[in-house]
């Protein structure tokens, strides 16, 4: 079993940071890409950012330029720090991990999601 422990959302003005934090633990034999997606209210969830083990970094549109994805694979931790916090950016935001389990399966693990919400 793999367990995600995200922290860090909370209630933020516009214009505003915030810094998301997801650590990975359990049957982890090696962890591969790492990454946030988003779900508002009323719509589907979608890619935030990703990285991979390789270090390598894929960003949505929308948050280009604002966001920096991060990991700490010494700590089996992913970071997303959101600079320049805009309203349309409220959403439950979720962790997700591609990983190798101890019987050498390649596992996908979602964690609960963590709420930002950006309002005045």
């Known amino acids: 079993q793999v367990q995600l422990v995200e922290s860090g959302g909370g209630l933020v003005q516009p214009g505003g940071s915030l810094r998301l934090s997801c650590a990975a633990s359990?049957?982890?034999?090696?962890?591969?890409?790492m990454g946030w997606y988003r779900q508002a209210p009323g719509k589907q969830r979608e890619l935030v950012a990703a990285?991979?083990?390789?270090?390598?970094?894929n960003y949505a549109d929308f948050v280009k330029g604002r966001f920096t994805i991060s990991r700490d694979n010494a700590k089996n931790t992913v970071y997303l720090q959101m600079n320049s916090l805009k309203p349309e950016d409220t959403a439950v935001y979720y962790c997700?991990?591609?990983?190798?389990?101890?019987?050498?399966?390649?596992?996908?693990?979602w964690g609960q999601g963590t709420q930002v919400t950006v309002s005045s």
């Open positions: 997700n991990v591609d990983y190798r389990n101890y019987d050498l399966t390649s596992r996908n693990c």
């Open positions: 359990g049957s982890i034999s090696r962890l591969y890409s």
């Open positions: 990285i991979t083990s390789g270090i390598m970094t």
